[in-house]
C-alpha cells in the first residue's frame, strides 16, 4: 500500500491550493483519511481528516477556509485551501489507516503516512 500526495507548492497569501491524496495497492478497507502539517520547528498537526463514523474534523486554524472531501472510488482524499496565509506554510503530509489483503488473508489496519508535500505561503 502507498499513498502519494500532489498539489503542494507556491502561493501568495489569500490564494488557493488544492492537494489531493491517492492511495493505492491491495486495500481491503480505509478507515481514516486525512492531512497533517509539519512547520519547521513545529510538532506535526492534524490539519483536517475523515473520521471511521464518516464525520470530518478540522484545526480551528483552518476552520472556514480548508475543505476536505474524497472519491471513496479512487480512494483519493482532496484538500482544497483557500484564503491561504503564510502561517500556513508547512510540509502536508497525507495520513491514512489501512487494512490491506494479500493471499486472501486480511490484515490489521495499519497507519500509513505519504512522503509529504511543501506548501509556501508568501506574504
Known sequence: VQLQASGGGLVQAGGSLRLSCAASGSIFSINVMGWY????GK???LVAAFTSAGTTNYADSVKGRFTISRDNAK????????SLKPEDTAVYYCNAHIQSFTDGSIHPEYDYWGPGTLVTVSS
Open 37 to 40: 502539517r509539519q512547520a519547521p
Open 75 to 82: 480512494n483519493t482524499v482532496y484538500l482544497a485551501m483557500n
Open 43 to 45: 510538532q506535526r498537526e
